[in-house]
Each structure stands twice: as C-alpha cells, then as structure tokens.
C-alpha cells in the first residue's frame, strides 16, 4: 500500500493511483477514487500538482471504467438476475428501474456520476437494459 504522506504530487505516480481507484471504483464503488481525484485537485490549486493532467487521468479512467461497467451489466446480467431478483416485489422493483432507464436514460447516467456510489449500479443496469451504446456514452 502506497502511504499518501510519501507521494510526490508532482510525480506520474500520483496521477497513477488515481487511474487505478477510478478502474476498479467502476466495478467495486467501494474504492476511494473520488476523494483522490478531490485531494489531488485541492493541491492542483496551490499549486502542488497539475491540474490539466488530473483532468484528462481522471476523465478518461472514468469514462473506461463506466463503459467495463456496462459491458458487464450488457454481458452477465441474464445470469446475475435470477439470483438476485427472486420474489415477487423484487422482479417489481427491477421491472420499474428498468422503465426509467428506457426512458431517462442518458439523464439518469449523467446524474448517477454526482452520487457517491452511483455509477456502478446505473451503468451495470444501462447495459443490462440495453440502453443503447452510443446513448450510454
């Protein structure tokens, strides 16, 4: 593990890190990739790291990690859901998340990259839903 007190701001490692949190934070929303990209940022503007290259890292590792995402969503999701989505309520639920993303689709993958732990599962369901491609982009 990589202690935060013995990163060089200023080094690719840094911005490596956050490449790494932001891929697997699009799998596992456990993963602090936000608070890196927050920290690196507040230091960007004193000055301490690069805010250009933070931007660019960060972006593109998301947008990577959202479109894994929903290709896993697109890919396994048949399998996944009878396991989870047993009893009657629960098919409901899935029924009605379904019917939003068909028709706010885009609106709810825009608005699910603002809440902690929401890209996972509106990108997994966007491609389980098979929300268009060049719409989920």
Known sequence: MIE?????????????VVVVL????GVIPLVPARTAVIGLGVLAGSGR????PL????????????????????????RIQPMLFRGARARRAWGWVEG????HGAALVVLAR????????????????????????
Do not use: E, H, K
Not at 49 to 52: Q, T
Not at 55 to 78: E, H, I, K
């Open 100 to 103: 939003q993303l068909r028709l």
């Open 114 to 137: 603002v809440l902690p732990g929401g890209p996972t599962p509106i990108t997994l369901s966007a491609g389980s839903v098979g929300l268009r491609r060049r719409t989920f982009r």
């Open 4 to 16: 935060v007190r013995s990163l060089d701001l200023t080094s690719p490692v840094s911005y490596a």
């Open 55 to 78: 931007l660019a890292v960060a972006t593109a590792a998301a947008f990577v990690s959202d479109n894994v995402s929903y290709w896993l969503g697109a890919r396994y999701w048949p």
């Open 49 to 52: 790291a690069a805010a250009y």
């Open 22 to 25: 932001a891929l697997i934070d």
